[in-house]
């Protein structure tokens, strides 16, 4: 009885090793007729004592790998018979079902990265505009989920059916029969999880584009005009450069490479609220005619814990992106993820200090999350030290970028712009410069700028068109008295913290 569990025990370690060597290995080489290779019937066989399940999928692993290149030529049907074996066993059954689990958790976490907005948003923010904060990133996921169903998801995954070839498709609802996708036919090992989990994964990305908008026309803005901003942006201009790279647009076709989301969603939202911050104007009383006059936050330690939630929601967000449960890939890309973010962290820090004095904690902040956006293009691509090369130059960018922008007198409450439009361009092309990326990967830089640039320029140029025709119709900002009073009392009638004594 005892050899007998030593056996299983031993068959389950090789399978387990087989499985999670399974994209490691590389069909390249792999000779059918070489001696290890091959698979006898008795090896197949249950009942036979040379009978060996771990050890026929360790072949049955390379021969469904070389099939897919090469097809049946040249195999035996024990081979083939050990590829199927192996399929049944790890990709048809347990594979796709944790990488469906693996998905929605990965979706779930960056459902927790909306909390991380609304956290880092309202304690940069003054106490007087808390209220606002919130009910804004509340609207934002709520309404970015629906109308990703309704229209977005469909437009930028057309498959194939665009309405402009590779640059625009009309949307459609999401469906009981257009998306379920039960088993691998939904898209196979490369996208291996249910049509479901694939949509709920997409939406929470479409959500962020608006919520970084939020932070950067925060404490003056139009409750009513920001909702129909936000409306349009998620629901019909996000899909659209979605879909040049995500959904095998024109950008695809000529090799850009954005892993996670550095232009996708970074650049494009954060050239979102530049365009609308221009036309929102500073917060009255920010600039002076001796300088910058700052405008404290209200509750750095609030702050400090959105920066961390954003963090720990940001492994759903790259490690998601793998779209499979691949141990390999998703275990890299959470190391990457964290040295970027670290090496983002300590750089602000350093170059804050040398030129402000003074340790800055909202710059600590940022840097953090702009190594997290340096890294989003190339997770998958970078090299450790690529990794950590390009979150320390998003650290130092996103503090100058700040300092710069307040000398254009440009009001950016949270730093989103520098944070997500200047670092989101940094990190696409990071991946174009092949010193900090693995070999043999990477993409070519000029394609990186043109694909960044033309994300970052529709983002600007619609943002900046509708928000303008909004102001022009219904106003966009409030007026003063209602900015000095606070949004809370003005835009919703209570405020956030009730200072009465009890």
């Known amino acids: 009885m005892k050899t007998t569990n030593k056996t299983l ?3 389950m370690l090789a399978a387990i090793l087989s499985l999670c060597a399974f994209t490691t290995a590389s069909a390249d080489g792999f000779d059918p007729i070489a001696e290890e290779n091959q698979v006898t019937v008795e090896m197949l066989d249950s009942e036979h004592d040379d009978y060996s399940e771990g050890s026929v999928d360790i072949v049955g692993k390379e021969v469904y790998k070389y099939m897919q290149f090469n097809g049946n030529e040249g195999l035996t049907e024990t081979q083939i018979s050990a590829a199927e074996g192996y399929f049944d066993r790890y990709l048809d059954q347990p ?9 929605l958790i990965c979706a779930f976490l960056v459902f927790i990265m909306h909390l991380g907005f609304a956290s880092i948003e309202s304690g940069m923010c003054q106490r007087k505009n808390t209220v606002n904060i919130l009910f804004k990133n509340i609207f934002i996921i709520c309404s970015g989920l629906l109308l990703y169903a309704v229209w977005g998801f469909n437009a930028m995954y057309p498959l194939g059916n665009w309405s402009i070839d590779n640059v625009f498709a009309f949307g459609s609802a999401l469906s009981m029969s257009g998306n379920e996708g039960n088993d691998l036919s939904y898209g196979g090992t490369a996208l291996c999880q249910t049509g479901w989990a694939d949509f709920i994964f997409q939406a929470m990305f479409a959500a962020t584009a608006a919520t970084i908008v939020s932070g950067a026309v925060a404490e003056r803005v139009k409750l009513g005009s920001f909702m129909i901003f936000a409306v349009l942006l998620v629901g019909f201009a996000y899909p659209i450069t979605g879909g040049w790279k995500w959904g095998e647009g024109w950008l695809d076709q000529k090799g850009f490479y954005d892993f996670a989301g550095s232009s996708v969603v970074h650049a494009f939202g954060g050239f979102a609220a530049l365009a609308c911050v221009l036309i929102l104007g500073p917060r009255t009383g ?3 005619k001796s300088g910058v006059r700052p405008i404290l936050p209200s509750n750095l330690p609030l702050a400090n814990i959105g920066g961390l939630l954003l963090w720990f929601g940001w492994f759903g967000f790259n490690c998601g992106s793998v779209l499979s449960a691949d141990p390999a890939s998703i275990s890299y890309v ?9 090496s983002g962290g300590l750089a602000a820090i350093l170059i804050s200090w040398i030129i402000l004095k003074k340790p800055d ?18 997770a998958d691509q970078l090299s450790l030290l690529g990794s950590s090369i390009a979150g320390a130059i998003g650290g130092v960018l996103v503090v100058l970028a700040v300092m710069f922008f307040d000398k254009l007198k440009i009001d950016d409450p949270v730093g989103a712009i520098s944070v997500h439009g200047v670092v989101g361009i940094w990190g696409t092309l990071a991946v174009g410069l092949p010193f900090l990326c693995l070999p043999e990967a990477g993409a070519p830089f000029g394609v990186q700028l043109l694909g960044t640039l033309s994300i970052a320029a529709f983002a600007f140029t619609f943002s900046f068109i509708v928000f303008f025709i909004i102001k022009l119709i219904m106003g966009v900002r409030v007026d003063e008295q209602e900015e000095h009073e606070g949004l809370d009392v003005a835009e919703h009638g209570v405020p956030a913290y009730n200072d009465s004594a009890n």
């Open 361 to 378: 904690l909202s710059m600590a902040i940022n840097g953090v999350l702009a190594g997290l956006v340096g890294i989003t293009a190339g």
């Open 334 to 342: 959470a190391v990457t993820t964290s040295f970027g973010a670290a």
């Open 95 to 103: 594979f796709f079902a944790l990488s469906t689990v693996w998905t």
């Open 9 to 11: 025990l031993k068959m």
């Open 286 to 288: 920010k600039f002076t």
